[in-house]
T-cell receptor, first 112, second 114 residues
Framework: GQQLNQSPQSMFIQEGEDVSMNCTSS?????WLWYKQDPGEGPVLLIA?????ELTSNGRLTAQFGITRKDSFLNISASIPSDVGIYFC????????????FGTGTRLKVLA | EAGVVQSPRYKIIEKKQPVAFWCNPI?????LYWYLQNLGQGPELLIR????????DSQLPKDRFSAERLKGVDSTLKIQPAELGDSAVYLC????????????FGPGTRLTVL
């Protein structure tokens, strides 16, 4: 099935560092969601974006809805060990029925 | 408030056997989704319900997969017969009415087909 491109695929960072990841699409989306998934659990919603250019924060997390509506970015500031996990983006496709298309995931590992 | 509940959490079966997964959405959420998540990938939609109606089942392999949401609340996803390639995590999610709202996921059922 269709999946969005996420970059990087994986990253190892030191505790306290900032993290940036992005998600790109060839299609225009009207909504972007960012999720975090821990091993053996379902994805947990972190941030929702509804408007091009929108910048939204949730604690140490900040996400942006790209101006072209074809991309989105997630930043984590001052990473901590519990930030470890897989981060997924999801874009809302409105061609046909409403459907969220998920990214391939960014695997984050934090070194204490 | 209780989240999305799924059971079982883990299931191991032999190929050609049937298997069923159950999901209870967040109270008040009329929309229910079943997703398939293969190892190392993001979730992919199998079917979406608005109340009792399956409004998008275009990605559901109907030769062996079936789903129902008879009373518009909880739902069951069935595979019969299971194949080796069906080994994956099956996620249920729910949202307020309409496929454009934020979705909340359950913990998933990890299926292993031997």
């Amino acid at each position: 099935g269709q999946q969005l491109n996420q970059s990087p695929q994986s990253m190892f960072i030191q505790e306290g560092e900032d993290v940036s990841m992005n998600c790109t699409s060839s299609s225009i989306f009207n909504t972007w969601l960012w999720y975090k998934q821990d091993p053996g659990e379902g994805p947990v919603l972190l941030i929702a974006l509804y408007k091009a250019g929108e910048l939204t924060s949730n604690g140490r997390l900040t996400a942006q809805f790209g101006i072209t509506r074809k991309d989105s970015f997630l930043n984590i500031s001052a990473s901590i060990p519990s930030d470890v996990g897989i981060y997924f983006c999801a874009g809302l496709s409105t061609s046909g029925t409403y459907k969220y298309i998920f990214g391939t995931g960014t695997r984050l590992k934090v070194l204490a | 408030e209780a989240g999305v509940v799924q059971s079982p959490r883990y299931k191991i079966i032999e190929k050609k056997q049937p298997v069923a997964f159950w999901c209870n959405p967040i109270s008040g959420h009329n929309t229910l989704y079943w997703y398939l998540q293969n190892l190392g990938q993001g979730p992919e939609l199998l079917i979406r319900y608005e109340n009792e109606e399956a409004v998008d089942d275009s990605q559901l392999p109907k030769d062996r997969f079936s789903a129902e949401r008879l009373k518009g609340v909880d739902s069951t996803l069935k595979i019969q017969p299971a194949e080796l390639g069906d080994s994956a995590v099956y996620l249920c999610a729910s949202s307020l009415a309409g496929g454009y709202n934020e979705q909340f996921f359950g913990p998933g059922t990890r299926l292993t087909v031997l």
